[in-house]
């Protein structure tokens, strides 16, 4: 059903109305959040891409939407589920972090992290290579990851956990042709935001593994470096944990925050279909996501 602000039609630049536009649930309840409808539905437009909004206030469990069903493209967000399956394997005896991988030179693929300036035939911890994964998002880690852990077994996981809508192609700048149709659209991966806050709010409620597996998502979260994002618009006491990702036409950002005074949100905010490249904090998906979070803290927390 064609949703309303101000008793006028929204759509987007492509003709499309909103899937559940910045609807808010409280006590079961839906009720219109027209001021942050007609905020994300600006930054869509001034964006000139595709804006997918999902957040959750933990406490309260009041949640912001803004077209969550819409599939993008993950870029180095799927590093998340990477890492969850990865914990869920040690807590399920499977592995160790404290396994050693060995790094290559055949295993250095470009892009971001450091792992390609380093000297083969150096070996460093699982637990190193997750951390360099989410916190410098480094591509060869990923697949130093991916080698033990497996893409398939990524993959069952986020669906057993109800995330049936993220998946998983192939390893980081893996040679040869799309694996699939949707490889070829989404590249590295696909997911919701709806299926990203699902992820996140089990993580925040101890519910994948048990409650010790999600403090540790949440640590290697905490030590994200990228920052132009969620927390780049918001007050100092806001703490941020969370994982971008980014191609040429892609800015995503995915994670909580909290404040000592108005709780925690966790909150996936993806940008798709930018017109243009941009390696810069000026990127229009960047200003996107920090006016989105920013306007989200306001509304679920302010």
Not at 68 to 79: E, Y
Not at 139 to 148: E, G, I, S
Not at 234 to 258: C, H, M, Q
């Amino acid at each position: 059903m064609q949703r309303e602000i101000s008793g006028r039609p929204v759509r987007n630049r492509e003709g499309e109305a909103p899937a559940e536009p910045g609807a808010i649930r409280h006590g079961g309840t839906l009720n219109r959040m027209s001021d942050i409808e007609r905020i994300l539905h600006d930054i869509e437009v001034e964006m000139e891409g595709r804006l997918s909004v999902a957040a959750m206030h933990m406490e309260t469990r009041r949640t912001a939407l803004w077209h969550p069903d819409r599939k993008s493209p993950t870029a180095s967000v799927i590093k998340l589920p990477i890492l969850v399956h990865t914990l869920m394997l040690q807590h399920e005896g499977v592995l160790s972090l404290n396994e050693r991988v060995t790094l290559t030179d055949a295993d250095k693929k470009p892009g971001s992290g450091i792992l390609t300036q380093l000297t083969s035939g150096l070996t460093l911890s699982l637990r190193d290579a997750c951390m360099l994964m989410i916190a410098v998002s480094d591509n060869t880690a990923t697949n130093l990851v991916l080698d033990r852990v497996g893409i398939d077994g990524v993959n069952a996981r986020m669906a057993g956990l109800g995330c049936a809508r993220t998946r998983l192609f192939r390893k980081v700048y893996s040679d040869g042709p799309p694996v699939c149709s949707e490889n070829a659209r989404y590249g590295l991966g696909v997911t919701t935001a709806r299926d990203m806050l699902r992820l996140l709010a089990m993580v925040h409620d101890g519910a994948i593994g048990d409650a010790s597996v999600c403090r540790q998502v949440r640590k290697f979260l905490a030590e994200q470096h990228y920052r132009d994002g969620i927390p780049r618009l918001l007050p100092s006491e806001w703490v941020y944990e969370g994982k971008t990702g980014a191609v040429d036409a892609v800015r995503n950002d995915v994670g909580f925050i909290s404040s000592p005074t108005r709780g925690t949100i966790a909150l996936a905010v993806l940008c798709s279909q930018l017109p243009r490249p941009l390696w810069t904090a000026d990127n229009p998906g960047l200003l996107a996501i920090a006016r989105a979070a920013q306007a989200i803290a306001l509304a679920l927390a302010g």
